[in-house]
Nanobody, 127 residues
Framework: RVQLVESGGGSVQAGGSLRLSCVASELTYYGTYCMGWFRQVPGKEREGVAVYSDNNGRTLYADSVKGRFTISQGNAKNTMYLQMNSLKPEDTAMYYC???????????????????WGQGTQVTVSS
């Protein structure tokens, strides 16, 4: 496991933008890895937002964010971003960075596949 630290959350009005950042303390992995973003609101299950697979360079997006959110990797592989545009009130949630560092061959939205999690950063979108 590695330590993941998120930043960039905040409060914006609908239609606004935010950029979340995630920095891993190190990126020691076995085989290949995946990194991504999940979100959760109180009383609901954690849901996948966007996940990147280093194995094939592909990204997986939730239908609800396609065309609005973009996941990207920084120049340093231990940094991951989530650019969020055209934000909606329903995007309000705690956003978590996650990493699967053991033979992650394809991106998935199953939280159980991820062995490292950040503490979360709150995103609040007002109408």
């Amino acid at each position: 496991r590695v330590q993941l630290v998120e930043s960039g959350g905040g409060s914006v009005q609908a239609g606004g933008s935010l950029r979340l950042s995630c920095v891993a303390s190190e990126l020691t992995y076995y085989g290949t890895y995946c990194m991504g973003w999940f979100r959760q609101v109180p009383g609901k299950e954690r849901e996948g937002v966007a996940v990147y697979s280093d194995n094939n360079g592909r990204t997986l997006y939730a239908d609800s964010v396609k065309g609005r959110f973009t996941i990207s990797q920084g120049n340093a592989k231990n940094t991951m971003y989530l650019q969020m545009n055209s934000l909606k009130p329903e995007d309000t949630a705690m956003y978590y960075c996650a990493a699967d560092l053991t033979f992650c061959y394809s991106a998935s939205f199953s939280p159980r596949d991820f062995d490292s999690w950040g503490q979360g950063t709150q995103v609040t979108v007002s109408s």
